[in-house]
């Protein structure tokens, strides 16, 4: 028997499936210290847990090779989303059908009234969402009186998605001498102290690698400039050209408004969110399956527990919450021994908590720039002759095609349209605002004495419009990549101004200064507020606030002979020059320490050094 441990319907069903060998969460509960005993197991999303749990629970179900029938449920399965809970039935489906089970499945968004009539007719298993198998419960649908397995698939989530009530009245309703399998990713304490409650002498069981999140999955953190989200979406999906990808956003607009984009860029997308319906689910599950679609589009909650075997690219448009979150959404990938990549999209000012996130979850992610129109150009190529190259048998009618096109065009041209067909079936790719190649150093950082160019506008004060003008404030600076091509369009977008309404732009280590006309600062301050979350921040973290005072430091006049203009007296380049013309201030205009008044750190007592008592920079 290929696997001694298990009875011979199952051993037959596993073999049937194309199982060799088990995984090691499947391996450890089948072990003789397991059986019989309560079980806390954590494992990673995509290591056969639900295979586990069907294995785990099979001594107490099955007699004499069938399970016994059965008027109330002998297993009660939970789990937090309806496609979970559905795959989870699937799963269970094949693996006990020679057993002869009965499974009802209860989760929202069905007919509950279909559900009712099957819990009636007597089920061995029944899998369920806690809020619809609460609302059975409480109906008096569901008898749990005869139970002798209670399992909680995905149990921190559950947690976190506000089930505790529905567990604890769930569990509180079957027999103190049931076996209870908590299943999870992660322990927390909510989970440990769960446990502690339901349990009685429970095995804990961890295949979780010590080392890493997730030891099939790639991890890479990208950098952009948050206005270059969208647009590194965009690049990531046309460079790694992923059979199927996943990304993942916080909200449902969110999701709503990137489908969209995507779809009118010409991708194959679906989406998946709380506002769709089970059958809209469903339909968009199975267009990924079939090929039909190649991007989904998906809130946490309703991807949890999407298998589908196809999908190696996990995006993370919007910053996981937690390191819980990023390891379970970057779990859909890497499944069952394949390797899969999960990609962060970390916009400047969120790369600190982006890194503090990797280090408690023990995941080395590869830190890069976003990927250029030039790159994904190049990466287009090469496929394309992989694809041409590759030795093929041809049809006697495709060689009598290629004859008489030989005939009517040259090679070169031939090949040319070849290339051009190819490409017109792709989107194209985006050019960033942003690249963030240039001048970098290891931490993502300008390197000392980068400046940037913009046309020379003349000085802000001297602009019509911007005689009386009122300063803002935003809460970045060059230490996070803060660049007036990224800067001026999110000023555009929070403040429903155009780039012709903001003036001077000054950017220092860390925050950067900016003025808009009196006349319209009242209507910019309204919309920034309507723009920002209940932190003051937008989704990339960057908050924007009122500077009454402005900056307290001039810009910067550099007396250096070699940024002196040519022959013609006008100077040679406007580096670090905001929109009205006055220029980025540096770490120059004083000695690093406590600024005057405003400034960071509020100390009066510094005054900066005058800019014609300093040394020139050496000339080469």
Request: proline residues 7%; charged residues 30%.
């Amino acid at each position: 028997m290929p696997f001694e441990n298990l009875s011979s319907v199952l051993s037959d069903a596993l073999v049937a499936r194309g199982y060799e060998a088990l995984t090691p969460v499947q391996t450890q509960v089948t072990e003789s210290e397991a059986k019989g005993r309560d079980l806390l197991v954590s494992a990673q999303t995509g290591s056969g847990k639900t295979v586990a749990f069907g294995l785990a629970m099979a001594d107490e179900l099955i007699e004499d090779g069938r399970l016994p029938f059965a008027t109330s449920p002998l297993a009660l399965i939970v789990a937090p989303t309806r496609e979970l809970a559905l795959q989870v039935s699937r799963e269970l489906g094949w693996l006990y059908a020679k057993a002869g089970a009965r499974i009802a499945t209860c989760v929202g968004g069905m007919d509950a009234s279909k559900e009712r009539r099957a819990l009636g007719q007597g089920v061995q298993i029944v899998v369920g969402t806690p809020g619809r198998l609460r609302d059975h419960l409480e109906r008096g649908a569901l008898d749990l009186s005869a139970l002798r397995v209670a399992i909680l698939d995905e149990a921190d989530e559950m947690l976190d998605m506000g089930f505790r009530d529905d567990l604890e009245e769930i569990l509180d309703g079957t027999p103190e001498t049931r076996r209870t399998l908590l299943f999870s990713a992660t322990l927390p304490k909510p989970i440990v102290q769960l446990a502690k409650r339901y349990q009685r002498d429970a095995l804990r069981i961890s295949t979780v690698g010590e080392d890493r999140g997730h030891g099939d999955i790639a991890y890479q953190a990208v950098t952009v400039a948050p206005a270059d989200i969208e647009g590194a979406v965009v690049n990531l999906l046309r460079l790694h050209d992923a059979e199927t990808a996943m990304l993942f956003c916080a909200t449902r607009d969110n999701v709503r408004r990137l489908h969209a984009s995507l779809v009118e860029r010409g991708f194959s997308a679906v989406a998946l969110s709380g506002e769709h319906s089970q059958n809209e689910r469903n339909q968009a599950l199975q267009a990924l399956r079939d090929r039909r679609a190649k991007v989904c589009v998906a809130t946490d909650v309703a991807a949890r527990g999407i298998d589908l075997p196809t999908l190696s690219l996990v995006i993370h448009v919007e910053i996981p919450r937690d390191a819980e979150a990023l390891q379970h959404r970057s779990g859909r990938t890497g499944r069952a021994g394949k390797k899969g990549t999960a990609v962060i999209i970390v916009p400047y000012p969120r790369r600190r908590r982006v890194d503090g996130m990797l280090r408690g979850a023990r995941i080395n992610a590869e830190w890069m720039d976003a990927p250029t129109a030039a790159d994904v150009r190049q990466r287009d190529q090469e496929r394309l002759m992989e694809k041409l190259l590759t030795p093929v048998e041809h049809e006697p009618e495709d060689i009598e095609l290629a004859q008489r096109l030989m005939a009517e065009r040259t090679p070169e041209d031939i090949a040319a349209s070849l290339v051009q067909a190819h490409r017109a079936l792709m989107p194209p790719p985006e050019d960033l605002l942003d690249n963030g190649s240039r001048g970098r150093d290891g931490a993502g950082r300008p390197e000392r004495g980068e400046r940037f160019e913009r046309p020379d506008r003349g000085s802000a004060d001297r602009r019509e419009g911007f005689e009386d003008a009122v300063w803002f404030r935003l809460n970045i600076g060059r230490h996070q990549n803060a660049d007036p091509r990224w800067i001026l369009p999110l000023l555009c977008r929070r403040g429903h101004v155009s780039k012709n309404e903001i003036g001077a732009i000054r950017i220092g280590p860390k925050e950067t200064m900016f003025n808009i006309p009196r006349a319209i600062a009242d209507r910019f301050a309204e919309a920034v507020t309507r723009t920002a979350n209940q932190d003051g921040e937008d989704d990339s973290g960057v908050s924007i606030t009122p500077a009454p005072d402005g900056p307290t430091y001039p810009p910067r006049r550099d007396k250096s002979p070699r940024d002196k203009g040519p022959r013609d007296g006008a100077p040679r380049s406007t580096l670090g020059r905001a929109p009205g013309g006055d220029r980025s201030f540096s770490d120059r205009a004083g000695p690093r320490g406590p600024r005057g008044p405003g400034g960071p750190g509020g100390n009066d007592r510094y005054k900066p050094k005058p800019y014609g008592q300093r040394s020139p920079r050496r000339s080469k």
